[in-house]
């Protein structure tokens, strides 16, 4: 018999955090690139009914986005606030929060950034280019924070890898 997995288990460490960061690099990414990976999230998406808002965007500007059935008008609220924090701290927004939690503290109590612009919660994940940086941002708005992370690392691993 297994003991089943507590929550903190469960629950990415700060270091497994940083190393899919440094794993999940793009030789390039191009508009092609946008939209096959932002497909692929739809199909993702849709074999799990899940209501979410999906988002990508690189040098500012969009080049996919997808609202599926359940999502909200504020999931593209949601999505532009963690999409900020991967512009602004140049890693993923669930990383960013989980950095101040390892601290002892929140995002909110201690960035000092106004949080109607700024959501250090899961779902942002930045696009990384080899020997270039950080381009933009794919972000996923609609489960809760940990499970919108999830699915967009997922997608990466996937997109990566057949590429």
Known sequence: MTTPRTSAELTPSVEELEAQERRLVFRRFTHDDAWALGSLLVEM??????PVAIDI???GQQLFHAALPGSAPDNDAWIARKRRVVERYGCASYLVGARHRAKGTTFEESSRLDPDTYAAHGGSFPITVEGVGVVGAVTVSGLPQLEDHR??????ERFLDGT
């Open 45 to 50: 998406a849709r074999e799990r009914r899940a």
């Open 151 to 156: 699915m967009v690392v997922e997608a990466l």
């Open 57 to 59: 965007h690189r040098a």
